[in-house]
């Protein structure tokens, strides 16, 4: 360790030290180690048990290559799907591991050692290990079908040539635990950790700024959720719309059943071993991303005592906990070592840096109770004992979106949030040498912001306010602290809000026409002011009269064949980027801001821009929105090599920026000129609860991620049109439309 004084106080500084290895002898000793474990005999035992287990399993495809899989118990079931998840995308399971654990850097270089680091900082592998042993017996269980689901289907698959993981270990998901990968430490920033961590790097001001303009653009993070009482349905039962956003292929769909009560279809994300968004046969929850305060930054106070580093707590010096960890990371043919401290205070690892101090960063880290609460939540049958399940208060990247059998909606924004005292700012770091900055224990889930069976019959959220999820029915945030919730409203709430008030004889179907409703609300606030800029010239010259003429007569709806569509797009979309604006604006605010307040001058110089772009890029600006706006799906690699000489299809849907409910945007472009989909909606279900439930989905692309397989894209067309399919629920359903009944090992 290295120190240095800075103004009385201790900066911990670490210079990593460097250690080579010999890449072939790696590789050669790993391939030994496979060749030996794939020539195993049959009479090894843990082939052995393998085979036991899977033969207690059945698994059935049926006509979209959808997975529905058979156990006798939980941890049976458990394991083939698993096993099925690897048959569906090997590549994607083993990507989500690589990444969780830390290990990133071995296969994609130096670049992604500070996120493998900021892995280790908040749990080495030892650390995992005794969590997974410490676990509930029935949990223990479900992790070791987890990694024999999967290392059975490696072995049963030798052709298969992992990137690095050729064996998966049953501690592995307690890295994994809360749903959807990273959850909140994808919050914890590797650039400050890399500027921490690395002597003379620093981002300066003008550079930060202009990183958050680019990631501005990018699709919103986030889902829609709503959940509509059968008082405004035709059948009398209650309905839920799950509607996750995220990259296209991030979760397959599932149906898993055991004779120990699970029966739960949906959305999972791959290497999981729940059903992550989803329903069973009385109730069904959606999760959205949520903006309540889970995460604090302490700054603190470090010195040195006998040589040892020491931080104030009040009147007393406590010692700083540190270790080393060892990272590897793969340059050309070698795989190299860099070794790093790791220091800890009670609040956590210290990330970064403020103000040249120390910060630890405190988050959610029980990863046990996380995937206790992951699964228990899949298998509730009414409200009580979803309510109870919530009690576990761990799911703290999300809120969730609820409905069940028996008629009751709910929402609950958040699950885990720590009480603060509130003459605290904690957006901004907090001293952590005050004992008054701690947290002090957990709110319970009915302090939280919570809504059951409004007066209104509905309730959605899309990543907006919990503060408008229930119209006037909804929570008063004068009830609550701030930190509770900083969630703005957004274009996509405003649009959901509109659609449901005073709507009625709700079904499947018309929930699904809801839910595409082509409305963009960010563009009725944004483009008249355009129009508005170019009514007042005096000098028309040199504008496009008919591009302002397709705006004048616009509906804000988008269409494959709208003209209005591509240019309100690529103005929004530039202006955004490049337009003067005050700072602190939320992206709902900006649109109102440049079409409302900005200099005309302004505006016509953006759309100006953007007809020089089109042009340049198309020989012309008068394009229909679905010449630009493609979906492509070339390869089964985790980031598509788009070519607009390939074959792609026109989708008439656009970006949740602009307020879509069917979130369709990019997040790279890949050199191209046509923008291709890369996030937003990828798997969407409407349900109805009853005596008996019943669902429609759709999957973006389609179930395997093989494109030799029927069903890499055989859900592309209906994706375009909005055309869903029935879920087979039922096992009489399913035999019904098997395509393929078999047991893992036999496929």
Known sequence: ??????????????????????????????????????????????????????????????????????????????????????????????????????????????????????????????????????????????????????????????????????????????????????????????????????????????????????????????????????????????????????????????????????????????????????????????????????????????????????????????????????????SGDSLLQRSFPIYRTHHGPITHQFDDRPVASAMMWDPVRALEQSFIRTKQASYDGFRQMMDIRTNSSNNTVYADADGTIAYFHGNFVPRRDPQFNYREPVDGSNP???????????????????????????????????????????????????????????????????????????????????????????????VEAYDALQDKEGFPVQAFEYLREWDFRTSEGSVAMTLAHFYGTMYGRTGNRPEGLSDMQLMQYLGSQSPFEERLSVFSAVIEQLEADFGNWEIPWGEVNRYQRPTGEIQQPFDDNRPSMPIGLASGRWGALAAYGARYHNNTKRIYGTRGNSFVAVVEFGDRVRAKSLLAGGQSGDPNSAHFDDQAEMYAKATFKEVPFYEEEVRARAEETYRPGER
Request: glycine residues 8%.
């Open 1 to 330: 360790m290295a120190c240095r004084r800075i103004e009385g106080m201790w900066n911990l500084r670490i210079f990593p030290l460097k250690q080579k290895c010999n890449m072939r002898k790696f590789l050669f000793g790993c391939l030994l180690l496979f060749i030996s474990s794939c020539g195993q005999p049959d009479t090894d035992p843990e082939v052995l048990q393998w085979e036991e287990q899977a033969s207690r399993v059945t698994i059935i495809r049926d006509d979209f290559g959808v997975p529905h899989v058979y156990g006798k118990t939980d941890a049976d079931a458990v394991f083939g799907m698993l096993y099925a998840q690897c048959e569906d995308d090997f590549n994607r399971v083993e990507q989500n591991y690589i990444w969780a654990i830390g290990r990133l850097a071995e296969v994609e270089g130096e670049e992604a050692l500070y996120s493998d680091l900021r892995a280790r900082l908040f749990m080495t592998r030892q650390e995992a290990i005794s969590a997974y042993e410490n676990a509930p017996p029935w949990l223990r269980e479900l992790c070791d079908a987890f990694a024999d689901g999967i290392n059975y289907y490696l072995h049963t698959h030798p052709e298969v040539n992992p990137r690095l993981l050729r064996r998966f270990e049953p501690w592995m998901p307690m890295y994994f635990s809360e749903g959807s990968i990273g959850g909140d430490i994808e919050r914890i920033s590797t650039r400050k950790l890399r500027a921490y961590y690395e002597e003379g790097v620093a981002f300066p001001e003008m550079e930060e700024i202009e990183l958050s303009r680019k990631e501005a653009e990018l699709e919103p993070q986030g889902s829609n959720g709503i959940a509509i009482s059968g008082d405004l349905t035709t059948s009398g039962n209650a309905l839920l719309l799950i509607n996750p956003h995220t990259s296209f292929y991030f979760r397959g769909e599932m149906h898993v059943v055991s004779e120990e009560g699970l029966n739960a279809y949906g959305a999972v994300t791959w290497g999981q071993f729940f059903i992550y968004q989803g329903f069973n046969e009385k109730t069904g929850w959606m999760h959205t991303s949520t903006y309540t305060d889970v995460i604090d930054e302490f700054v603190e106070t470090i010195s040195t005592v006998d040589g040892q580093p020491m931080y104030q707590y009040g009147e007393e010096l406590r010692e700083v906990q540190s270790s080393e960890v060892t990272l590897s990371y793969v």
């Open 436 to 530: 008054a900055t701690d947290w002090q224990g957990l709110h319970t889930v009915d302090e939280n912001i919570l809504i059951k069976d409004p007066p209104n019959g509905w309730i959605q959220n899309c990543n907006s306010t919990p503060y408008t999820a229930a119209l006037e029915n909804s929570p008063k945030p004068e009830d609550y602290p701030n930190y509770m919730s900083m969630d703005r409203e957004n274009f996509r709430g405003v649009h959901a809000i509109g659609l449901l008030k005073g709507s009625k004889g709700f079904t499947l179907d018309n929930l699904i026409e809801l839910a595409y409703d082509p409305y963009l609300p960010a563009f009725e606030a944004l483009i008249p002011g355009l």
